[in-house]
Protein backbone atom coordinates (compact mmCIF):
# COMPACT_ATOMS: atom_id res chain seq x y z
CA UNK A 1 0.00 0.00 0.00
CA UNK A 2 2.35 2.55 -1.10
CA UNK A 3 1.22 6.59 -1.76
CA UNK A 4 0.53 7.10 -5.19
CA UNK A 5 2.74 9.44 -6.58
CA UNK A 6 1.91 13.19 -6.93
CA UNK A 7 4.51 16.12 -7.85
CA UNK A 8 4.66 18.46 -4.30
CA UNK A 9 3.84 21.03 -6.19
CA UNK A 10 2.27 22.99 -9.37
CA UNK A 11 1.63 26.61 -10.20
CA UNK A 12 -0.29 28.55 -13.03
CA UNK A 13 -1.87 32.24 -13.52
CA UNK A 14 -5.41 33.10 -13.43
CA UNK A 15 -7.37 32.03 -16.05
CA UNK A 16 -4.43 29.74 -16.99
CA UNK A 17 -4.58 25.67 -17.18
CA UNK A 18 -2.70 23.48 -15.46
CA UNK A 19 -2.70 19.33 -14.89
CA UNK A 20 -1.43 17.29 -11.59
CA UNK A 21 -0.44 13.77 -12.62
CA UNK A 22 -1.02 10.74 -10.35
CA UNK A 23 1.35 7.71 -10.68
CA UNK A 24 0.50 4.55 -9.48
CA UNK A 25 0.90 0.66 -10.53
CA UNK A 26 -0.70 -2.27 -12.05
CA UNK A 27 -2.35 -2.80 -7.89
CA UNK A 28 -4.15 0.09 -8.51
CA UNK A 29 -4.54 2.96 -10.74
CA UNK A 30 -3.26 0.90 -13.94
CA UNK A 31 -5.65 -1.58 -12.30
CA UNK A 32 -9.44 -0.32 -11.68
CA UNK A 33 -11.14 2.88 -13.46
CA UNK A 34 -11.76 3.71 -9.79
CA UNK A 35 -9.37 6.70 -9.21
CA UNK A 36 -10.91 10.33 -7.62
CA UNK A 37 -9.51 13.85 -6.68
CA UNK A 38 -10.37 15.82 -3.75
CA UNK A 39 -9.53 19.56 -2.77
CA UNK A 40 -8.43 20.57 0.74
CA UNK A 41 -8.03 24.03 1.39
CA UNK A 42 -5.71 24.68 4.54
CA UNK A 43 -7.32 23.76 7.77
CA UNK A 44 -10.53 22.26 5.56
CA UNK A 45 -12.33 18.92 5.60
CA UNK A 46 -11.12 17.40 1.83
CA UNK A 47 -13.82 18.30 -0.87
CA UNK A 48 -14.43 15.57 -3.59
CA UNK A 49 -14.35 16.48 -7.00
CA UNK A 50 -14.09 13.87 -9.41
CA UNK A 51 -15.01 9.92 -9.20
CA UNK A 52 -14.20 7.03 -11.19
CA UNK A 53 -11.81 9.36 -13.36
CA UNK A 54 -13.57 11.72 -15.09
CA UNK A 55 -16.48 12.02 -13.49
CA UNK A 56 -17.69 15.02 -11.65
CA UNK A 57 -19.89 14.92 -8.39
CA UNK A 58 -22.90 17.49 -8.74
CA UNK A 59 -22.31 20.74 -8.31
CA UNK A 60 -18.69 20.62 -9.01
CA UNK A 61 -17.25 23.19 -11.73
CA UNK A 62 -17.13 21.87 -15.19
CA UNK A 63 -13.30 23.76 -15.23
CA UNK A 64 -12.22 20.25 -13.48
CA UNK A 65 -11.69 17.18 -15.36
CA UNK A 66 -9.68 13.87 -15.02
CA UNK A 67 -8.16 11.67 -17.33
CA UNK A 68 -6.05 7.92 -17.31
CA UNK A 69 -3.58 6.28 -18.97
CA UNK A 70 -2.04 2.97 -17.52
CA UNK A 71 -1.05 3.66 -14.59
CA UNK A 72 -0.98 8.05 -14.34
CA UNK A 73 -3.97 9.23 -13.66
CA UNK A 74 -4.41 13.87 -13.83
CA UNK A 75 -6.17 16.35 -13.02
CA UNK A 76 -6.63 19.35 -15.41
CA UNK A 77 -8.00 22.36 -13.95
CA UNK A 78 -8.68 24.81 -16.68
CA UNK A 79 -9.74 28.79 -16.65
CA UNK A 80 -7.53 29.16 -12.92
CA UNK A 81 -8.75 31.22 -9.97
CA UNK A 82 -8.30 32.19 -7.08
CA UNK A 83 -9.72 30.34 -5.16
CA UNK A 84 -8.78 27.03 -6.41
CA UNK A 85 -5.52 27.82 -4.50
CA UNK A 86 -4.94 24.47 -1.91
CA UNK A 87 -3.77 21.04 -1.59
CA UNK A 88 -5.34 18.33 -4.59
CA UNK A 89 -4.70 14.35 -3.61
CA UNK A 90 -5.71 11.61 -5.97
CA UNK A 91 -7.00 8.40 -4.60
CA UNK A 92 -7.67 5.11 -5.88
CA UNK A 93 -9.16 1.96 -5.24
CA UNK A 94 -6.33 -0.81 -4.62
CA UNK A 95 -8.22 -4.19 -4.70
CA UNK A 96 -10.25 -5.57 -1.54
CA UNK A 97 -11.76 -2.99 -0.57
CA UNK A 98 -8.47 -0.92 0.25
CA UNK A 99 -7.73 2.36 -0.80
CA UNK A 100 -4.96 4.48 -1.33
CA UNK A 101 -4.12 8.10 -1.52
CA UNK A 102 -1.71 10.42 -3.30
CA UNK A 103 1.01 12.42 -1.55
CA UNK A 104 -0.71 15.61 -2.44
CA UNK A 105 0.16 18.36 -4.79
CA UNK A 106 0.13 22.55 -3.61
CA UNK A 107 -1.56 24.27 -5.95
CA UNK A 108 -0.48 27.86 -6.42
CA UNK A 109 -2.33 30.54 -8.31
CA UNK A 110 -0.05 33.04 -9.17
CA UNK B 1 -28.30 17.97 4.19
CA UNK B 2 -25.72 15.09 5.05
CA UNK B 3 -23.30 16.02 8.21
CA UNK B 4 -21.01 14.18 9.95
CA UNK B 5 -19.29 14.85 12.99
CA UNK B 6 -16.55 12.96 14.76
CA UNK B 7 -15.28 13.39 18.43
CA UNK B 8 -13.32 11.92 21.18
CA UNK B 9 -9.99 13.04 20.07
CA UNK B 10 -7.42 14.06 22.17
CA UNK B 11 -4.06 13.09 23.66
CA UNK B 12 -3.11 10.11 24.81
CA UNK B 13 0.23 8.41 25.97
CA UNK B 14 2.02 5.72 23.32
CA UNK B 15 1.06 2.17 24.09
CA UNK B 16 -2.87 3.79 25.07
CA UNK B 17 -6.65 3.42 23.97
CA UNK B 18 -9.19 5.81 22.15
CA UNK B 19 -12.39 5.36 20.64
CA UNK B 20 -13.42 8.28 17.93
CA UNK B 21 -17.07 8.60 17.53
CA UNK B 22 -18.65 9.63 14.18
CA UNK B 23 -22.31 11.40 14.64
CA UNK B 24 -24.19 11.22 10.84
CA UNK B 25 -26.93 12.78 10.04
CA UNK B 26 -29.52 13.88 6.58
CA UNK B 27 -28.78 10.45 5.77
CA UNK B 28 -29.64 6.38 6.64
CA UNK B 29 -26.53 5.36 7.95
CA UNK B 30 -27.15 1.75 7.27
CA UNK B 31 -27.21 2.34 3.22
CA UNK B 32 -24.07 3.06 2.98
CA UNK B 33 -20.26 2.26 3.63
CA UNK B 34 -18.31 3.95 5.84
CA UNK B 35 -14.19 5.44 5.72
CA UNK B 36 -11.87 6.64 8.53
CA UNK B 37 -9.36 8.50 6.68
CA UNK B 38 -6.26 10.32 8.61
CA UNK B 39 -4.17 12.98 8.05
CA UNK B 40 -0.82 13.60 9.94
CA UNK B 41 0.37 17.51 11.09
CA UNK B 42 1.76 19.04 7.99
CA UNK B 43 1.14 15.48 5.86
CA UNK B 44 -1.13 14.02 3.26
CA UNK B 45 -4.21 11.66 3.43
CA UNK B 46 -4.13 8.07 4.40
CA UNK B 47 -7.21 5.97 4.02
CA UNK B 48 -7.67 3.59 7.70
CA UNK B 49 -10.42 1.77 7.41
CA UNK B 50 -13.87 1.25 5.78
CA UNK B 51 -17.26 -0.41 6.54
CA UNK B 52 -19.22 -1.68 3.84
CA UNK B 53 -23.12 -1.04 4.31
CA UNK B 54 -23.57 -4.86 3.74
CA UNK B 55 -22.53 -7.71 6.01
CA UNK B 56 -20.11 -7.39 8.78
CA UNK B 57 -16.42 -7.71 7.29
CA UNK B 58 -14.38 -5.06 7.88
CA UNK B 59 -11.34 -3.35 6.16
CA UNK B 60 -8.27 -1.25 7.16
CA UNK B 61 -4.38 -0.54 6.09
CA UNK B 62 -1.93 -2.44 6.90
CA UNK B 63 -0.41 0.24 9.12
CA UNK B 64 -2.96 -0.03 11.60
CA UNK B 65 -3.76 -3.73 11.18
CA UNK B 66 -3.82 -5.12 14.25
CA UNK B 67 -4.52 -2.36 16.65
CA UNK B 68 -7.87 -0.63 15.01
CA UNK B 69 -11.62 -1.82 14.82
CA UNK B 70 -13.77 -0.06 12.83
CA UNK B 71 -17.56 -0.20 13.72
CA UNK B 72 -20.76 0.83 13.50
CA UNK B 73 -24.14 1.31 15.18
CA UNK B 74 -27.29 2.01 12.33
CA UNK B 75 -29.89 2.65 15.01
CA UNK B 76 -27.64 5.39 16.77
CA UNK B 77 -26.57 6.49 12.90
CA UNK B 78 -23.08 6.51 14.49
CA UNK B 79 -19.56 4.65 13.48
CA UNK B 80 -16.38 4.32 15.65
CA UNK B 81 -12.94 3.85 15.45
CA UNK B 82 -11.34 1.83 18.40
CA UNK B 83 -7.76 2.29 18.49
CA UNK B 84 -4.99 0.74 20.42
CA UNK B 85 -1.39 0.34 21.17
CA UNK B 86 -1.22 3.82 19.63
CA UNK B 87 2.29 5.10 19.00
CA UNK B 88 3.42 8.76 18.10
CA UNK B 89 3.04 8.35 14.59
CA UNK B 90 -0.77 7.85 14.90
CA UNK B 91 -1.07 11.39 15.68
CA UNK B 92 -2.93 12.91 13.00
CA UNK B 93 -6.38 14.66 12.84
CA UNK B 94 -9.38 11.14 11.99
CA UNK B 95 -11.53 12.15 9.28
CA UNK B 96 -15.22 10.25 8.70
CA UNK B 97 -16.17 10.00 5.33
CA UNK B 98 -19.36 8.43 3.49
CA UNK B 99 -18.31 6.04 0.27
CA UNK B 100 -20.09 6.93 -2.74
CA UNK B 101 -20.55 3.54 -3.52
CA UNK B 102 -18.66 4.60 -6.22
CA UNK B 103 -15.32 3.73 -4.70
CA UNK B 104 -14.81 7.19 -3.63
CA UNK B 105 -15.90 9.36 -1.38
CA UNK B 106 -18.27 12.03 -1.12
CA UNK B 107 -18.31 13.74 2.51
CA UNK B 108 -16.15 14.66 4.94
CA UNK B 109 -16.69 15.48 8.77
CA UNK B 110 -14.41 18.01 10.17
CA UNK B 111 -11.88 15.22 11.78
CA UNK B 112 -11.18 14.84 15.38
CA UNK B 113 -7.41 14.99 16.62
CA UNK B 114 -5.76 12.67 18.14
CA UNK B 115 -2.27 13.36 19.83
CA UNK B 116 -0.01 10.52 20.90
CA UNK B 117 2.95 12.06 23.14
CA UNK B 118 4.22 11.25 26.48
Known amino acids: QSALTQPASVSGSPGQSIAISCTGT?????????VSWYQQHPGKAPKFILF???NRPSGVSDRFSGSKSGNTASLTISGLQADDEAEYYC??????????FGGGTKLTVL | QVQLVESGGGVVQPGGSLILSCAAS????????MHWVRQAPGKGLEWVAF????????YCADSVRGRITISRDNSKSTLFLQMRSLRTDDTAVYFC???????????WGQGALVIVSA
Open chain 1, 91 to 100: CSYARSNTWV
Open chain 2, 97 to 107: ARDTSNWAFDY
Open chain 2, 51 to 58: FPYYGSNT
Open chain 1, 26 to 34: SSDVAGYDH
Open chain 2, 26 to 33: GFTLSAYG
Open chain 1, 52 to 54: DVN
